[in-house]
């Protein structure tokens, strides 16, 4: 992991697991993905705050799974589901609300 100034940058990840309790915990702000198995996914970092972000990039070769923490929800999606972040596509996941995550997707 390398620190880009303020944020931290994680390359070459490899998404894990199949559901909310088995993805992939994400710890740093950038994040870039360049292996992603069929139905496997990462978890948004739980620890923070109102305001802060993680930003995630999809270079595998399948979509991958995003999940909010554990009662959290993205945009509209129920609580605790994950959201298909598409290959080839970033997006930027803003802790807007105490249980909420807004993405906003790159195309």
Do not use: K
Not at 65 to 70: E, F, I, K, L
Not at 76 to 102: V, Y
Request: charged share 5%.
């Amino acid at each position: 992991m390398a620190n880009i100034g303020y944020a931290q940058l994680a390359s070459g990840l490899t998404a894990t697991g199949t559901t909310q309790a088995t993805a992939y915990v994400l710890i740093a702000d950038r994040n870039f993905f360049s292996t992603v198995a069929a139905s496997t996914g990462a978890i948004l970092n739980s620890n923070r705050s109102q305001g802060d972000s993680q930003t995630i990039y999809n270079g595998g070769a399948n979509p991958l799974t995003v999940y909010p923490p554990v009662g959290s929800q993205i945009n509209e999606l129920t609580t605790n589901a994950g959201m298909l972040l598409p290959i080839r596509t970033a997006c930027q996941f803003i802790h807007s609300a105490t249980t909420q995550w807004t993405g906003i997707l790159s195309r």
